[in-house]
């Protein structure tokens, strides 16, 4: 079945600790995405990749890091730079890379749920 | 002013009735828009994208474009407990050769009651 995976589906941190989650896709997709969503908000880019090797921050990109040595992944990185971590973060994947950008659709994993303790 | 703002809820219909969603983007360069549906606890899940001014209908659901007051919206209709979610409005800027950001609104909750 082709789609988008996260892990873990819950995840706690301790104060100063950095911790990595996890996105896979097998849609051979070009572009990749994290957001951020805290409650009754809506989505916040954290960072984007649009293709292997490349990426750019987004909206709210402090305390956090990336990396996209793969074109099926791009893990997410909350460093203890990121104060107020506690979130649910969604991964998405669009096809990308290629010309018209206007129609490039996103889709969405199942997200993780952060919770700092 | 937010970039992408949607009509505050929740919103609360009975069932068999017409939702209506609405939202409003402050880029007029924007080029394409998506309407997404968010189960409690769940990720988004895309039920429509448009990019004509005009309506676009797929099943039950139509979505409304008019570029020139910047206003996107949705139409369910005969709605459904199952339709019960929060819908998220989002809007890309992206142009013919130009990457653009997808902007997200804040949501609106819909509850469809028996």
């Known amino acids: 079945d082709g789609g988008i995976t996260q892990s873990p589906k819950y995840l706690f941190r301790k104060e100063g600790q950095n911790v990595t989650l996890s996105c896979e896709q097998n849609l051979n997709h070009d572009a990749m995405y994290w957001y951020r969503q805290d409650p009754g908000q809506g989505l916040r880019l954290i960072y984007y990749?649009?293709?292997?090797?490349?990426?750019q921050k987004g909206d709210i990109a402090e305390g956090y890091s990336v990396s996209r040595e793969k074109k099926e992944s791009f893990p997410l990185t909350v460093t203890s730079a990121q104060k107020n971590p506690t979130a649910f973060y969604l991964c998405?994947?669009?096809?990308?890379?290629?010309?018209?950008?206007?129609?490039?659709?996103?889709?969405f994993g199942p997200g993780t749920r952060l919770t700092v303790l | 002013q937010k970039e992408v703002e949607q009509n505050s809820g929740p919103l609360s219909v009975p069932e068999g009735a017409i939702a209506s969603l609405n939202c409003t983007y402050s880029?007029?360069?924007?080029?394409?828009f998506f309407w997404y549906r968010q189960y409690s606890g769940k990720s988004p899940e895309l039920i429509m994208s448009?990019?004509?001014?005009g309506d676009k209908e797929d099943g039950r659901f139509t979505a409304q474009l008019n570029k020139a007051s910047q206003y996107v919206s949705l139409l369910i209709r005969d709605s459904q407990p199952s339709d019960s979610a929060t819908y998220l409005c989002a809007v890309n800027n992206a142009g013919g050769t130009s990457y653009g950001k997808l902007t997200f609104g804040q949501g609106t909750i819909l509850t469809v009651h028996p």
């Open positions: 998405a994947s669009s096809i990308g890379s290629s010309p018209p950008f206007s129609t490039d659709t996103q889709y």
């Open positions: 448009i990019y004509s001014n």
């Open positions: 880029d007029r360069g924007s080029q394409s």
């Open positions: 990749s649009q293709i292997v090797n490349d990426f």
